[in-house]
């Protein structure tokens, strides 16, 4: 795989901590403290298929090939207004392509997860070019009388275009099943016949649970993934980690005693925006003029499952 065009999306209304301080109990102090998040971009009129087709569009453009060069299409996604048909065919509509389009779940690691998806059809002669994508709305799973999680979140799409090269240097994913400590139950069609209790409950994280979860499992992946390439941790040119709390980060950052520099971050202004979170650093690093080629990246994001999963690509656009 090799990476030829990057691309997001973000709504356009800006939530700060303080707007939140108006809304519930909690204050800007204590979300900064305890996550790293100042302010967060949230959904209002948007719909997120259009968020995901504006960042596949400038992915697109950014690769300078168009819509209908593309040969498969992998989005990442947890929830948005359709359940039905998948996000990658609604997308595929937008943008003029005409491939097979999937949409797979596997929480806030799952644009990990359609990047081993893709590695597979690529090494496999399926495809030439896929275009490999996370939207997410995280923000309409919580409980908004829930400060303990609904201040964590914001919503947002990115996307990366991929064709066959020698880029990706190591890749690892994993789950192991625990429904208690992060999930999230959506409400079915009532039919004539369901006997069963059934219960819609907003996202339940267990917090402190989650957060060394993620740690030990963040730490795992990208020890594994650095020793199947033969890397060292002061290889990487950068750590491109799933935004969900400044202090996972830092943790793992500490751990590997690099500098700082290496650990970009825009949860502070974006919020964890779920399995989006690792394609809108990667694009908003490329926009930035901030990556090299010869670079190498790594990325590492972490979910409900619990799954996690980390990659070392090297940049070659
Ligand atoms: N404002 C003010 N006070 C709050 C808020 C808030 N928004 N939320 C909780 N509190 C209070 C609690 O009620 C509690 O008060 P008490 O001591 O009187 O009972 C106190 O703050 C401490 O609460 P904790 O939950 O223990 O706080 P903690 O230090 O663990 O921080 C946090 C909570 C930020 C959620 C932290 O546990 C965390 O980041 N965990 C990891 C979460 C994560 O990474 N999630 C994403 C993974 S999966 C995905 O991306 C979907």
């Not at 707007?19 to 519930?24: K, P, V």
């Not at 399926?126 to 908004?144: C, D, F, G, K, S």
């Not at 625990?178 to 009532?190: A, F």
């Not at 990487?236 to 969900?244: D, G, K, M, S, W």
């Amino acid at each position: 795989m090799r990476i030829i065009g990057t691309g997001s999306a973000h709504p356009k209304r800006t939530v700060t901590n303080d707007d939140l301080a108006q809304l519930m109990d909690t204050s800007d102090a204590w979300i900064r403290e305890r996550t790293g998040i100042c302010s967060r971009q949230v959904i209002t009129d948007e719909h997120l298929e259009d968020l995901a087709t504006e960042a596949a569009q400038r992915a697109l453009d950014d690769a300078q090939i168009e819509g209908k060069e593309l040969d498969y299409i992998i989005c990442s996604n947890v929830i948005n207004e359709y359940v039905t048909p998948s996000m990658a065919s609604i997308v595929e509509g937008k943008i003029g392509a005409s491939c097979p389009c999937v949409d797979l779940n596997a929480a806030c690691t799952g644009f990990i997860y359609a990047i081993d998806f893709a590695e597979a059809l690529l090494q496999t002669d399926r495809a030439n070019n896929i275009l490999v994508m996370a939207a997410e709305e995280p923000t309409r799973m919580v409980n908004w009388n829930d400060r303990s999680t609904c201040v964590l979140f914001g919503d947002g799409a990115g996307a990366m275009v991929v064709t066959k090269g020698n880029g990706l240097r190591a890749i690892k994913v994993s789950s192991k099943s625990n429904l208690g400590v992060l999930h999230y139950k959506r409400k079915l069609e009532p039919t004539p016949f369901i006997t069963k209790e059934e219960e819609h409950k907003p996202l339940y994280m267990a917090g402190q649970e989650v957060f060394k979860t993620a740690v030990t499992s963040s730490l795992h992946d990208l020890l594994a993934v650095l020793s199947e390439a033969g890397l060292t941790k002061d290889d990487i040119t950068y750590y491109i980690l799933h935004q969900a709390n400044f202090r996972i980060n830092d943790f793992i950052r500490h751990r590997f005693d690099v500098d700082a520099s290496k650990f970009p971050v825009n949860m502070d202004r974006y919020g964890n925006s779920s399995s989006a979170s690792v394609a809108m650093l990667l694009d908003e690093l490329n926009r930035m003029g901030r990556l090299k080629k010869g670079d190498l990246l790594a990325f590492s994001a972490f979910g409900a499952g619990f799954t996690s999963g980390a990659c070392i690509i090297e940049w070659n656009k």
